[in-house]
Every structure is written in structure tokens, then in C-alpha cells.
């Protein structure tokens, strides 16, 4: 196995794990709190950052991409306990894979579903400001958390991938 797979010790697993869910979540309180009490970018709606990003008020009722959005006044509780099942699973599965990549794939995901909990929880709704677009591409608009939790999904997606390659191997 590569030193992805076995050369960090279980504890060192669980450390980094717990640290990027600590970072994927602060990151996103903090931008979020900074884009709402300091940018004020609720009155401004969108902003051009640069060519290809803006910043642009988006107050997101459903979940990724939009979906489930028609669940009324209880779409919210119900997307917090879906999310903070994830998490206990996430959790779960980051103190007991020998995978230092699933490990850190865990604490993003994890730290970014907490991220947009707590939104839920203080808001009613998840806050969006990230807009990436260019070319006449336009991407949803996103925050730190839905990043975290992308990525770690990707990630775990290809260290599978790879994991399966090299059993496959053998």
C-alpha cells in the first residue's frame, strides 16, 4: 500500500480528519458571517470580484443545487437531521479507516454539512455568495462548505478508485 494507505499511524488519521472538519467549518462560519455583517453583500446582491467570480446573495431553502426545495416550513428540520446522520456516519467512518485520504475526506465532508446545519439552525436557509462563471459558463452559486464537502467527495472518489487499482494489482 502507498503511504496514503498505511503511513500515518490511526491517531494521525483521526488528527487530520478532525482537524479539516475544525477548518472546513470555520472557514465557512467566518466567511459567511464576514459576507452578511461586514460586506453587507445582502444589500449589495452581486459584486464582481474578479472576471470570473462574484459575490452574489443567494439564500438556498433546498440542498445542493437546488434540489428538495418544496418541503415547505419543514424542509429545514428535515435537512439538519439527514445532515447530522451524515455526520455521526462520517465521523464514524473517519476513527476507524486505515485510509489517511477517507480520513481527510471525512473531516471536509463533515465540516461542511455542520457548516450548513448551522445555517439552517440560525437562518432558516443556507447562505450563497460564491458565483464562479466564464465563457458564458455559470457555475450555482456556493459557499466554503458546499467546497469542503465537493472536494471530499472527489477525493474519497479517487483514492477508491485508486485503492481498487491497486488491489486489483495484486
Same mark, same amino acid.
Given at each position: 500500500?502507498?503511504?496514503?494507505?498505511?503511513?500515518?499511524?490511526?491517531?494521525?488519521?483521526?488528527?487530520?480528519?478532525?482537524?479539516?472538519?475544525?477548518?472546513?467549518?470555520?472557514?465557512?462560519?467566518?466567511?459567511?458571517?464576514?459576507?452578511?455583517?461586514?460586506?453587507?453583500?445582502?444589500?449589495?446582491?452581486?459584486?464582481?470580484?474578479?472576471?470570473?467570480?462574484?459575490?452574489?446573495?443567494?439564500?438556498?431553502?433546498?440542498?445542493?443545487?437546488?434540489?428538495?426545495?418544496?418541503?415547505?416550513?419543514?424542509?429545514?428540520?428535515?435537512?439538519? &437531521?439527514? +445532515?447530522? @446522520?451524515?455526520? $455521526?456516519?462520517? *465521523? =464514524?467512518?473517519?476513527?476507524?479507516?486505515?485510509?489517511?485520504?477517507? %480520513? /481527510?475526506?471525512?473531516?471536509?465532508?463533515?465540516?461542511?454539512?455542520?457548516?450548513?446545519?448551522?445555517?439552517?439552525?440560525?437562518?432558516?436557509?443556507?447562505?450563497?455568495?460564491?458565483?464562479?462563471?466564464?465563457?458564458?459558463?455559470?457555475?450555482?452559486?456556493?459557499?466554503? &462548505?458546499? +467546497?469542503? @464537502?465537493?472536494? $471530499?467527495?472527489? *477525493? =474519497?472518489?479517487?483514492?477508491?478508485?485508486?485503492?481498487?487499482?491497486? %488491489? /486489483?494489482?495484486?
Amino acid at each position: 500500500m502507498s503511504l496514503w494507505h498505511e503511513g500515518m499511524s490511526r491517531t494521525g488519521r483521526m488528527v487530520l480528519g478532525f482537524a479539516l472538519l475544525v477548518l472546513v467549518l470555520v472557514l465557512d462560519q467566518a466567511s459567511k458571517d464576514w459576507i452578511l455583517y461586514v460586506y453587507h453583500l445582502p444589500d449589495r446582491g452581486s459584486v464582481e470580484i474578479l472576471p470570473f467570480l462574484n459575490f452574489t446573495m443567494v439564500w438556498n431553502h433546498a440542498v445542493t443545487f437546488g434540489m428538495f426545495g418544496g418541503l415547505g416550513s419543514r424542509g429545514p428540520w428535515i435537512f439538519c &437531521a439527514v +445532515s447530522l @446522520i451524515a455526520v $455521526g456516519l462520517l *465521523v =464514524w467512518t473517519l476513527t476507524r479507516t486505515k485510509r489517511t485520504l477517507v %480520513a /481527510a475526506s471525512c473531516g471536509a465532508i463533515a465540516g461542511g454539512a455542520i457548516g450548513n446545519v448551522i445555517d439552517r439552525l440560525r437562518y432558516g436557509a443556507v447562505v450563497d455568495f460564491l458565483h464562479a462563471h466564464a465563457f458564458g459558463w455559470s457555475w450555482y452559486v456556493f459557499n466554503i &462548505a458546499d +467546497s469542503g @464537502i465537493v472536494c $471530499g467527495v472527489i *477525493v =474519497w472518489l479517487i483514492d477508491s478508485l485508486l485503492a481498487e487499482r491497486q %488491489a /486489483a494489482a495484486k
